[in-house]
T-cell receptor
């Protein structure tokens, strides 16, 4: 069964830093990879979807890359802001298997 | 509007009283899945379904049942709820196969269940 791992589990940075969140998966036969954001006690907000034919996807200050052959995806957040504080989750599609998430805190 | 709808959003029940959490999607998705989320444990898959009448166990299926009689609905059934099933539950759907290179996963709003 597909296993998804996210590193680091938690990250605390000062405002303005650029940062990278990592996601790895064991089975490269995926269709897509999707990144989500979750605020405490809330639902999941989709951030970026990278289709298997793509290598990266961008939305504002977010950039996600996908390397199927190595089983890795990274989420790059530029110029982090306190409002970015949340848990970030990656999921492989269509299995919809999730990593445990990275809890990000951006300090003012 | 494309969406996954879960009901109820909040539920408090007593131990042993059977309950059903409904999940419905309007996107003709083949793939549906249920998760529970507990503090520090991330999203754990309970059951998933790859199509009508096809269901399979996820990581934590004990104490739960599901059915997939129609493509749009995927209810989660707790036959005899216990306090350790107190959790936040999410339903999700996506495409699995077809000419399209898969679509994004859509999530329901979540159901917060408390079993006392």
């Amino acid at each position: 069964k597909q296993e998804v791992t996210q590193i680091p589990a938690a990250l605390s940075v000062p405002e303005g830093e650029n940062l990278v969140l990592n996601c790895s998966f064991t089975d490269s036969a995926i269709y897509n990879l999707q990144w989500f954001r979750q605020d405490p006690g809330k639902g999941l907000t989709s951030l970026l979807l990278i289709q298997s034919s793509q290598r990266e996807q961008t939305s504002g200050r977010l950039n996600a890359s996908l390397d199927k052959s190595s089983g890795r995806s990274t989420l790059y957040i530029a110029a982090s802001q306190p409002g970015d504080s949340a848990t970030y989750l990656c999921a492989v599609i269509p299995d919809m298997r999730f990593g445990a998430g990275t809890r990000l805190t951006v300090k003012p | 509007e494309a969406q996954v709808t879960q009901n109820p959003r909040y539920l408090i029940t007593v131990t042993g009283k059977k309950l059903t959490v409904t999940c419905s999607q309007n996107m003709n998705h083949e793939y549906m899945s249920w998760y529970r989320q507990d503090p520090g444990l991330g999203l754990r898959q309970i059951y998933y379904s790859m199509n009508v009448e096809v269901t399979d166990k996820g990581d934590v299926p004990e104490g739960y049942k599901v059915s997939r009689k129609e493509k749009r609905n995927f209810p989660l059934i707790l036959e005899s709820p216990s306090p350790n099933q107190t959790s936040l539950y999410f339903c999700a759907s996506s495409y699995r196969t077809g000419g399209i290179l898969g679509t994004e996963a859509f999530f329901g709003q979540g159901t917060r269940l408390t079993v006392v």
